[in-house]
Structure formats: C-alpha cells, structure tokens
C-alpha cells in the first residue's frame, strides 16, 4: 500500500521539501514496527507501545466527520502488540456514545498517536480497524489488560508507522510545569 497521495507530493514540491521528505523517509521503514524504527526510537519499539498507558485515536465515519479520543488505562497495560503488523487495545464504553466504534463499523481506517511527554517521543501509527466483541476472542487477553471488564477489542492492521517530530513537546511539558 502507497500511503501517500498524490496531493502528498504535490504539496512537498510546492513547499520545497520533496528532497528533505525522501532522505527521512529512506531512512526508515514504515511498514512494521520493525528493529529500524526500535533504534530510532531507542528501544524495541514493541516495547515503547506496550509501556504506554495512554494514546490518541483518531477515526472517521464514512461521510468523513474526524473524531479523535484519549484512550487511557490506569493500570497501565492499554495496548498489546500482537506481532510486527498487529496491535490489540480494549474499548471501554465511557459514556456510551462509542462514537469510535461506529466510526470503525462504517470506515475502518484508523490513527493513533502515541506521546512519551518524559523522553520526548512521538510515534504515529496508521492502519484499519476491526471491531473484536466476541467473548472467547476476549477472554484470550484478559490477563494482559489487567480488567476483565472489557465489552470489546479493537484490533489494527498496522499500515504504515513512524515516529513523529516531537520538537514541540516541550510545549506542553512548559504549559503543565508552569
């Protein structure tokens, strides 16, 4: 799968970046979570995503409405990866609404951003998501998610995975410090 477009690269040509683009992006594959990007990240990226307790979901209906949502676990253990093209994570109902499931059920096409405010990483991950409810599936991960009050899974066919520019992070560390 091409991730990028044809608007991608026009704009990189509009705004000269097209030659700074291709040098970052032949550094790197962004197909897996793979060793290339454990050493960008410096360490196993499998573990970076596993030790997180909080990302960011993005997901769009089928008419194209964005929805973004805080995903977080207070125990910590939130999202387990299955393998270099699979990642796992439960969806709580909150308030009910489920807005990201809807979403899914209507367009697969899925984001997360994974930020690490501590030691300034960021990490993209694109990909399609399915919708897993079914009890036995569940209950094959229940000890890893340290709950068993899980109603469903939410498992994503990783596209495409990068880590992001974290230059502003600062920013945020600097608004909560004070």
Not at 19 to 32: E, F, G, P, R, V
Not at 81 to 90: D, M, Q, R
Not at 138 to 147: H, K, V, W
Request: aromatic share 12%.
């Amino acid at each position: 799968m091409n991730f990028f477009t044809k608007e991608h690269l026009d704009v990189r040509k509009t705004y000269n970046t097209t030659n700074q683009a291709n040098y970052w992006l032949s550094t790197i594959d962004t197909t897996s979570l793979n060793k290339e990007l454990s050493l960008y990240l410096q360490e196993d990226a499998t573990s970076f995503i596993e030790r997180m307790p909080y990302f960011f979901f993005a997901t769009s209906s089928a008419n194209g409405n964005t929805n973004v949502n805080f995903k977080g676990a207070e125990g910590g253990k939130l999202i387990k990866v299955l393998n270099s093209k699979k990642l796992i994570f439960p969806d709580y109902s909150g308030n009910g609404i489920l807005h990201s499931v809807g979403d899914i059920n209507s367009n697969p096409n899925v984001g997360m951003l994974i930020i690490d405010f501590n030691k300034n990483i960021r990490l993209k991950i694109s990909g399609r998501a399915t919708i897993l409810d079914d009890k036995e599936k569940i209950s094959q991960y229940l000890d890893y998610f340290e709950t068993y009050n899980i109603n469903r899974l939410i498992e994503i066919d990783i596209d495409y995975v990068i880590p992001n520019c974290s230059t502003n992070i600062n920013v945020v560390k600097k608004y909560l410090l004070g």
